[in-house]
């Protein structure tokens, strides 16, 4: 029995190490600066990872100390959080599925369209509410002026690749026409009335720019994919751990020789998955 409760406390514990990529992958998420002004994914993503770690301490604690009941929330409750995790990674691979950049002659830089993006994201950016708190979460950032000290003639800016961020939001778009000052200072050509962006475009350098455009709201988009697709990478490689953890032939043979021995009265549910788990089972061997 001894030797049962510590290899189930084992087990368990590595469930607690599994939601550290996840809680660390909304961390990371919540200081890109994209990520924090408009705060979709971070919170969800941080919010299950702990979740995750309450479930898996409590099925540790269950494992160690002989708690029947906290076995029986732990097989509930992490069987639920693995399929929330699996639809988390199915959402964030669906919405960042579209939208890429597109090549502009004799530039190294791409432009972006809103129009390419899935219409979950573009709904956080078309609100002009929503929008204005995040223009001006964004122009209070460096990401722009940061442009200044390091590109100081025109060529090396057209040959410079820009994040989508700086290329939507911190020059105007190339079809344009303006002419290069400076990467945020750009003189008007005689009819700019190419785009609505082109009439957007502001060389004020605090509330202006770009950040009306909607090549700055696509070039946030953008950004939100590339950082989204990396955490997605990192959820998907624990999702198929903590799956495969739970599915495990011995990790199940463990639970249910607790549960049976403990002589837990399951609810319905319960002794349905109890039973599904045995015949697996049975059949693996």
């Not at 190490?17 to 990371?28: D, E, F, K, T």
């Not at 609100?127 to 122009?139: A, G, Q, V």
Request: charged share 15%; hydrophobic share 45%; glycine share 6%.
């Amino acid at each position: 029995m001894a030797m049962s409760n510590n290899v189930i406390g084992a087990i368990n514990f590595v469930a607690m190490l599994l939601s550290i990529p996840i809680i660390g992958a909304g961390i990371w998420l919540a200081t890109e600066t994209d990520n924090a002004c408009v705060q979709i994914l971070q919170w969800p993503v941080i919010i299950l990872g702990i979740l995750i770690l309450v479930v898996a301490i409590a099925g540790f604690i269950g494992g160690f100390w002989r708690v029947t009941w906290l076995l029986v929330f732990y097989l509930i409750a992490m069987l639920v959080l693995i399929i929330l995790l699996a639809c988390l990674v199915v959402f964030v691979y669906m919405v960042t599925a579209r939208g890429s950049g597109h090549p502009e002659p004799s530039r190294s830089y791409l432009e972006y369209r809103l129009d390419d993006y899935s219409g979950f994201l573009k709904r956080r950016v078309r609100s002009h509410y929503k929008w204005d708190k995040i223009r001006t979460c964004l122009s209070s950032t460096s990401v722009c002026a940061e442009l200044n000290q390091t590109y100081r003639m025109a060529q090396d800016f057209f040959n410079a690749h820009l994040s989508p961020l700086q290329s939507g939001c911190c020059k105007p778009p190339t079809q344009c026409g303006y002419t290069f000052v400076n990467p945020t200072y750009w003189i008007s050509p005689i009819n700019n009335a190419a785009d609505m962006d082109c009439l957007n475009w502001s060389n004020d350098q605090t509330a202006g720019l770009c950040y009306a455009c909607d090549s700055c709201k696509a070039g946030l988009l953008e950004n939100l994919e590339k950082e989204w697709k990396r955490a997605n990478i990192v959820l998907t490689i624990t999702l198929v751990l903590l799956a495969t953890r739970e599915l495990s032939s011995k990790a199940r043979g463990f639970e249910l020789m607790k549960l049976v021995e403990q002589g837990t009265k399951a609810m319905p549910f319960l002794k349905i998955r109890i039973c599904v788990l045995y015949a697996i089972d049975n059949r693996n061997e």
